[in-house]
């Protein structure tokens, strides 16, 4: 009960400050009567055209005209040689009915995500929460568990990882002296995907510093009210931080859960571009370049891209019509 | 009123300045001040046959001080992307160096330019006919070849002659190879060679060794799913006899003789290309040996004289003259040659390749005599591969790991494999 009614308290002065900040603006052009004084709306409109026009420019040229292009040649049979030639439905339907390879993926895909993203976000938390309460060297170490999101993307860091997980490597070495023998992660079937989940896991910095933001804002109140109520540490986590921190984990479910579908240079750098060993690691970014650029089948690989785009979609509609049970927004308790 | 129109001329003025900026920065290298020809080079390759090019090419901009020609390289798997890319956009660069699996598709496809319109700057009088042929299609001369390669088998020739193999003869068979082999491992302790059912050069020589070729006139596939799978099968028994390397040491290997299992020092016997077999040097330094592949049961040679790699002008290339001349440096002239020596083949201008071969020095001197006690003994190279062959090696690799990872059987590895390639070679 404590909870929420401070929870209102701090909401009520954020929710004022908008309308207010508003009749601010309005202000200025509240001296004279509405539309006395100032350019025409269209000219005013010219003059915000005019400063939007570079990204408008980027936006339609790099990624508006690009995605047009490549829904018409997802109906085309298109090799990069000869002109793309139409082809209808066909490569649609031939992704649902004749080929296994791409289940396989959608597969792999699949295991990834619900490894990689959990992992990753309860490291996340996991750290955010020991960087709260810490009182000295705090940026420090934020910049520290940060850095591995800065590198981990990249190319180097990939080869880095696979020279860690090889044969011999330094996992390898680390077992075999405590006794257990796995051998190289990267060339064994079973376990390749699990040493891609992990360079990924491992690069919780960009989560971490949404919930740390997340857990200062968190009244100190809450927990002066809860510890009164003698509430002890687990029951302050679960009654306190987590409802309140619901939105923002939210947002980190969804982020990484549309980064994690789309999951590509771990596995093409630890596989050298085949999704090996035996497909262990073809996760569907990588069948989808595959399929265009070692095979040439760019019509084929468009389609890919578009089924990719709405399932991605879709995961994330459902994963919006579940929040309404479960995360919970300050400020639509007060309303 | 005027407040605002300043403030939107203002807008137009960074506008047109920004844009004035961004132009400035797409003009691009095309015109050069001082009017010098500018043609863009690309292969594909190691380091060290980057060292050996770049300085032809210095030697070749010495010769012509008009020309300036600019290179890039990138292993193989990533040029065949590139380059593909840029063809779709036009942007393919004046001079390009071509598999023997892609002058199909590029010279079908209109991207490369025949060169009998440079015929003035480009002799060929002094090459090969019969090598000659392997650049052409449709009659048209698109392409020529650089060098000449044929298979090996390369290998540590201490670790052989320790476990008592003595050097390997032309004409050795595929029964020969397995004995010394398990020699070589009941020596070692450990497997001889790597692997060889992942690649698909090594299964084309033992069905070449049966009297089987990989394609059809028609440019169809021209063996059954039941010489495939023979061929796994053998390779599979080798495998599980530990004579060979297990699936989890050969699956790494990506092209680069960097991540093969002799590479890595692993195995001490591996397949390769002679000319490329020269990156093992690094780690095996004068132990490096190299032999001829097996041959099958009546003494049938599978390996045979491949072009390397071929070397074209594209045809939207805006100075096809200068790129014959660079063609012309780098295949007909003696400092060329004796620069490049072996690194791409043997020579294929038949003046400058007794000129190599009885020149060159450390590991080329033993491909230039390799090449020369072959001699005779091979067949002519077999016809270019057809269009959408190019991305079947991959496939290869992909549905033989299934077979050493014992997910599928050979049988049902070698059906899957047909089925994509006859989908891949649809006419």
């Known amino acids: ?305 578009w089924m990719l785009l709405l399932a991605i979609g879709i995961v994330t509609a459902v994963l919006f019509r579940t929040s309404k049970s479960w995360v919970f927004y300050a400020n639509e308790e007060g309303g | 009123m005027p407040r605002p129109r300043t403030r939107a001329s203002c807008a137009a003025a960074v506008a047109i300045a920004l844009c004035a900026t961004l132009t400035g920065c797409g003009g691009g290298a095309s015109a050069t001040a001082d009017g010098k020809v500018t043609l863009r080079f690309t292969w594909w390759g190691n380091t060290d046959r980057a060292a050996r090019t770049e300085k032809a090419v210095a030697a070749f901009e010495r010769a012509h001080p008009g020309i300036d020609v600019q290179t890039s390289y990138s292993t193989y798997d990533s040029y065949k992307q590139k380059l593909a890319t840029q063809a779709a956009g036009d942007d393919v660069p004046d001079l390009i160096q071509l598999d023997y699996r892609q002058i199909s598709q590029y010279a079908g496809s209109g991207v490369m330019l025949d060169l009998a319109e440079q015929r003035k700057a480009l002799p060929t009088g002094e090459m090969d006919p019969k090598l000659l042929k392997t650049g052409q299609v449709g009659g048209r001369q698109y392409a020529l070849p650089m060098g000449v390669g044929t298979q090996t088998v390369a290998y540590d020739k201490a670790a052989w002659r320790a476990a008592g193999v003595i050097q390997p003869q032309a004409g050795w068979s595929w029964q020969d190879w397995v004995k010394a082999l398990r020699q070589v491992k009941e020596h070692r302790g450990t497997y001889a060679m790597t692997d060889p059912g992942a690649a698909e050069d090594q299964f084309e020589i033992w069905l070449r060794g049966r009297g089987k070729q990989l394609y059809g006139k028609d440019g169809q596939v021209a063996f059954s799913a039941g010489d495939l799978a023979r061929w796994w099968t053998f390779t599979s028994k080798l495998r599980k006899e530990g004579l060979v390397s297990p699936a989890t040491d050969t699956t790494q290997m990506s092209g680069s003789v960097e991540d093969t299992p002799m590479g890595r020092k692993l195995s001490v016997a591996e397949f390769n290309w002679d000319a490329p077999s020269a990156g093992y040097e690094a780690m095996y330094g004068d132990r490096l040996a190299i032999a001829p592949t097996p041959t099958g049961e009546d003494g049938t040679f599978g390996q045979y004289y491949k072009p390397s790699m071929l070397l074209g002008i594209s045809a939207g290339s805006e100075h096809p003259r200068e790129a014959a001349q660079f063609i012309d440096f780098l295949l007909n002239s003696d400092k060329a040659a004796d620069i490049l020596g072996v690194d791409r083949g043997t020579p294929v201008n038949s003046r400058q390749r007794s000129r190599v071969l009885s020149s060159v020095t450390g590991f080329q001197k033993q491909v230039a005599r390799l090449q020369t006690s072959l001699r005779g003994k091979l067949d002519p190279p077999p016809a270019a591969p057809p269009r959408g062959d190019n991305g079947l090696q991959s496939t290869f690799q992909r549905d033989y790991d299934q077979v050493s990872f014992e997910k599928l059987t050979p049988r049902e590895a070698a059906e899957n494999f047909l089925t994509e390639a006859r989908a891949e070679l649809r006419p």
């Open chain 1, 1 to 305: 009960m404590a909870n929420t009614s401070t929870a209102r308290a701090t909401s009520a002065p954020a929710s004022e400050a908008a309308p207010s900040g508003a009749q601010r603006a309005g202000g200025t052009g509240g001296r004279r009567p509405y539309g006395q004084g100032r350019p025409p709306v269209r000219e005013r409109q010219g003059a915000a055209w005019v400063f939007l026009s570079p990204w408008v420019l980027g936006a339609t040229v790099l990624t508006l005209l690009p995605m047009a292009v490549s829904l018409y040649l997802s109906f085309t049979d298109y090799n990069l040689f000869d002109p793309p030639s139409w082809v209808g439905l066909r490569n649609y339907t031939q992704m649902f009915t004749e080929d296994a390879r791409l289940y396989r993926s959608v597969g792999n895909t699949l295991l990834y995500v619900f490894i990689a993203v959990p992992l990753q976000l309860a490291l996340a938390l996991a750290a955010a929460l020991a960087l709260k309460s810490m009182r000295r060297g705090r940026s420090f170490y934020r910049s520290a568990f940060y850095a591995p999101s800065l590198l981990g993307a990249s190319m180097s860091i990939a080869l880095v990882w696979r020279a860690i997980f090889n044969d011999g490597g330094t996992v390898d070495n680390l077992l075999s002296g405590v006794g257990v023998h796995i051998g190289g992660w990267v060339n064994q079937p079973g376990w390749a995907l699990l040493s891609v989940a992990l360079l990924t896991v491992w690069q919780f910095g960009a989560p971490m510093v949404i919930f740390l933001a997340g857990l200062q804002q968190i009244p100190q109140e809450m927990y002066e009210a809860a510890a009164v109520d003698g509430a002890g540490p687990w029951r302050k986590f679960a009654s306190i931080t987590l409802p309140m921190l619901s939105p923002v984990l939210f947002f980190n479910l969804v982020l990484q859960t549309i980064q994690a579908f789309q999951v590509f240079t771990p596995a093409f750098a630890i596989s050298s571009g085949r999704g090996g060993p035996a497909d262990s690691t073809l996760f569907y970014t990588l069948y989808l370049y595959e399929r265009g650029f070692t095979s040439s089948h760019m019509g084929y690989a468009s389609a890919m891209a």
